[in-house]
């Protein structure tokens, strides 16, 4: 089942997307930051924020919001999947549904954006599996040599 994040849900949330080795300790500290604003204020200004749970096991979450000073343009923040159970469709019910989600809401067009370091290389081919595009890229973003890759995909 798919539900909305809660409070309670923070700690395994952050635990989960630290154990998938792709996010840096400053990722996981912003992360805390964006799941404590969210449940304070975001939520109530359209944030969404889901899990994806399974005989009471939290198996992955993702977290999607529209963005400002746009028609119908929408971001998909955050996306992680217990390294246990990665590979089996998680992630892919995860995308489906943040992609519906927020085309009820109005949105026309999702984008997302990741690393362009090999640790990020599975995450990029997942997202092309979901048949986003490889939008740009923004040279040196993250840090020198670490590229900001942008992908997108009309809904």
């Known amino acids: 089942m798919i539900r909305p994040a809660l409070t309670t849900d923070t700690a395994e949330l952050l635990a989960m997307a630290a154990g998938t080795g792709v996010f840096k300790p400053m990722e996981i500290d912003t ?7 969210y449940h304070e204020y975001g939520a109530d200004q359209g944030h969404r924020c889901f899990v994806l749970e399974e005989n009471g096991e939290k198996l992955g979450f993702e977290y999607h919001a529209a963005e400002a000073m746009t028609e119908g343009t929408w971001i998909l923040w955050w996306i992680a999947v217990k390294p246990k159970t990665q590979g089996k469709g998680i992630g892919g019910r995860l ?5 519906h989600d927020a085309k009820a809401l ?10 362009s370091l090999p640790h990020s290389e599975l995450t990029r081919k997942f997202y092309l599996k979901q048949a986003y595009e490889q939008e740009g890229q923004l040279r040196d973003f993250y840090a020198e040599g670490d590229h900001q890759v942008v992908f997108r995909k009309a809904l």
């Open 31 to 37: 992360l805390k930051e964006v799941l404590d604003d």
């Open 95 to 99: 995308m489906q549904f943040a992609e």
């Open 106 to 115: 109005g949105a026309r067009v999702m984008y997302l954006y990741t690393s």
